[in-house]
């Protein structure tokens, strides 16, 4: 969400954590390279703005090589305590799309026996897209190494099921969400299974905190909170809060748009925060007054309190994005009126 995440905790389980050492190349060409110049932009449907590169997707691979090896690792050290179990392997977003495959055909290869899951956190785009991608059957592939495959909707999951039968000629059951692969001998499950919120603990934090500081008495107040990401379509937001103001003038000095500011990793934050701060500043002096302001803009992330106390005290909440995996902030809003 919005709000900074308390982490006090993370240290009592540094003994079952394994990190993955990458260099600075490995990140630039992999993660900055074929993860968000290429396969971000693609996934959230904007192909225009996709660049491929065979060097990026070498690291990809690359990287994709050693987080399945240590996830095969962390399984051969789980098995030498518990002999006994099976290990579930849970493998997370369009940076490890290649990690499943791997993970499946190496235990093959030392005779281990694990589950392997896989969650799309993002968009999953039809197969005008995806066909797009120079290396997309490696992907595909890739991903379906898993036992099941998970979804933010059932959308994605449908476009997943079409790019199976569409690009690998797989045979594919939509009703039943299941692709048939390594040439029929395994069937691979796929579930809409969207992502939620602590429900009770903003339910409970919105009980007894004072009233934001953010919201003004006498006037409507309208929630945006949005990490400085080309996805979320923020110009277009506010040209239509401009519009808005144009066309309602009884509105003018009754209502203020709150825009929360979160940081992005997708290397354009600077230049689209330049940008939108051009166009908020014209926006109030085009129509502000001494005494009240269009649109206020606050640099995130904030406290959770400060968050929860927000989302109560606004009238609206406006989500807006382009194109979105699961946008949590409307879960966290709700949790915080009920």
């Known amino acids: ?72 690792e962390a399984a051969k050290s789980l098995l030498a305590k518990q002999p006994d179990c099976v290990p579930v392997i849970w493998i997370h977003d369009y940076h490890l799309m290649e990690v499943p495959n791997i993970v499946r055909r190496r235990a093959a290869e030392d005779k281990l026996t694990v589950k392997i899951g896989y969650f799309m956190h993002i968009p999953f785009p039809p197969w005008d897209m995806v066909k797009i991608h120079p290396w997309k059957d490696i992907f595909l592939q890739g991903v379906l ?67 934001s500081s953010l919201v003004q008495d006498g006037v409507s107040t309208v929630l945006c909170i949005d990490s400085m990401d080309f996805t979320k379509g923020l110009s277009y937001r506010f040209t239509a809060y401009e519009k808005f103001l144009e066309k309602y003038h009884t509105h003018r000095g009754c209502v203020v748009l709150v825009q929360v500011c979160l940081p992005s990793r997708s290397g354009q934050e600077n230049t689209l925060l330049e940008a939108l701060n051009t166009q908020v500043n014209s926006i109030n002096t085009k129509y502000g007054t001494d005494s009240w302001k269009p649109v206020q803009m606050v640099n995130g992330p904030l406290s959770l309190e400060e968050m929860v106390a927000l989302y109560r005290d606004v009238d609206v909440a406006l989500i807006t994005p382009l194109r979105d995996g699961m946008n949590l902030f409307a879960k966290e809003f709700v949790s915080c009126r009920i």
């Open 145 to 211: 190494g898993s036992d099941l495959v998970a979804f933010q909707c059932e959308d994605y999951l449908l476009n997943f099921i079409d790019c199976c039968e569409r690009g690998l000629g797989t045979r594919v059951d939509r009703k039943l969400g299941i692709v048939e692969h390594d040439a029929g001998g395994r069937n691979v499950k796929l579930r809409s299974l969207p992502i939620g919120v602590p429900f009770e603990k903003f339910c409970k934090h919105a009980e007894n905190l004072p009233k």
């Open 1 to 72: 969400g919005g709000h900074t995440q308390d982490l006090k905790d993370a240290g009592k389980l540094k003994d079952e954590i394994c990190q993955v050492l990458l260099g600075k190349e490995e990140k630039d060409l992999a993660y900055s390279g074929a993860c968000k110049a290429g396969l971000w932009p693609l996934f959230h449907s904007m192909a225009d703005r996709s660049f491929f590169d065979e060097q990026h997707w070498k690291a990809y691979r690359k990287v994709n090589e050693k987080y399945a090896e240590a996830t095969l």
